[in-house]
């Protein structure tokens, strides 16, 4: 088998057609079917059923590709850890990061390593459900993780960045904004914006409203940090997010809260980093973390 013949079949099943695929990679039809014929015989087994909409995936077939996704992200993180050394780093960087974590310091920190090594093609996600970011961290996808606890130091080595301090957002004619510092008992009666049930960050706000004597009333969920704080300033209800997730523009709708709440932010970086996720882990310690929130004026 060939690294050649994985790219293939990954094409194949994202295209769902060997002419669709062929296209995208830029070569002929034929040496496609050729290779995925070959690959079949190869394994003894059926990669893909032909079905009226096109080529879908067996169950053995999703299987393997499952592992030759693994392993051509790790060929192409080889093959630019080779060409680091002449200052031109290519290959393609997978980095995730727990919703409403680096929201203002993970683009400055891009942004950087962009500049060092413009010929990187970077790929970010912001991945709600904790569940399927350690599936994926376990298929060994991901290069860098943006995580709210310690991670599995058995798969990742965690670098604490600092900690993400948490603020309450109001809507612009709410009765709270007169006040310097909210207590989180008084917003008992409020209505929420919550998030996605199954996502880390609504876990954690769950268990601080929980420890606090606060029964949330969830009015709306949302998937996106922004998202709740453009519909709080709207005054559909009330919502706790990191102090580095509220927009531009929506400050004065802000109010830091006590007892303070705050959560760590970890990068979890692949074991034997190559220079792109060393680089990246350098240009994120570089970003303000701890910065505390001030009262209001």
Known sequence: MSLRQFEYALAV????????????????????????RGLERELGVQLFSRTPTGLVPTVVG????????????????AQATARAGAAELVGE????????????QLPGALAALRRKYPRLAVTVFEEPNPAELEQLARRGVLDVALLGSACDEGLYEGHHLGD???????GAKHRLLEKDRIALRELEEEQWIRF??????DGFLTEVLRDNGVKPT????????????RWAAHGLGVTLVPAS????GHEHLVRPVFPVVSQPVVAAVRPGAGPAEMA?????????WSESVSPAA
Not at 13 to 36: K, R, W
Not at 62 to 77: P, T, Y
Not at 164 to 170: A, D, G, H, P, Q
Not at 196 to 201: F, H, K, N
Request: proline residues 3%.
């Open 13 to 36: 099943a994202e295209a769902g057609s060997v002419t669709a695929a062929a296209e995208a990679l830029h070569v002929a039809q034929p040496s496609v079917s050729q290779q995925i």
């Open 62 to 77: 999703r299987a393997f590709l499952r592992d030759a996704e693994v392993a051509v992200r790790a060929a192409r993180r």
């Open 93 to 104: 960087l997978l980095v995730a990061a727990q919703m409403g974590l680096g929201t203002r």
């Open 164 to 170: 993400e301090e948490f603020v309450v957002v109001l």
């Open 196 to 201: 996605d049930p199954a996502s880390a960050l």
């Open 218 to 229: 969830a009015v709306a969920r949302v998937s996106q940090t922004s998202t709740a704080v």
């Open 245 to 248: 997730a509220v927009p531009e």
């Open 280 to 288: 990246l882990l350098e240009f994120l310690r570089q970003e303000t």
